[in-house]
């Protein structure tokens, strides 16, 4: 009986993850809002523009998990790409790619 209990309580705890539609992809809105803001900052210093100015478009992402794993920056006639990788420790972190 317990068990069936957790199950439960699993699946509800999975339908009411927040997400939000970003360039076409189904993401986590929470994880979204904390890697934008992470990359947009990362993107201003990299392109040497404004972060204001950045633009940030999802060019691929983890249906699982629902996160973006590939993601473009633009800004000031520039762009460049960052990569969502594992690093130490169940961690991650983006990489930029040249």
């Known amino acids: ?6 199950w439960v ?3 509800v705890a999975g339908c009411l ?3 939000m539609i970003v360039n076409g992809f189904t993401l986590d809105a929470e994880g979204w809002k904390q890697d934008s803001w992470i990359l947009r900052r990362q993107a201003a210093f990299d ?6 100015e950045v633009t940030l478009t999802v ?3 983890d249906f699982r998990r629902r996160v973006a794993t590939n993601v473009g920056a633009s800004g000031c006639d520039k762009r460049v790409r960052y990569l969502h990788v594992a690093t130490s420790n169940f961690q991650s972190d983006w990489v930029r790619q040249n």
Do not use: S
């Open 59 to 61: 060019l691929d992402y």
């Open 17 to 19: 993850q927040t997400t």
């Open 47 to 52: 392109l040497d523009c404004p972060q204001d």
């Open 9 to 11: 309580l699993l699946f």
């Open 1 to 6: 009986m317990i068990k069936r209990w957790a």
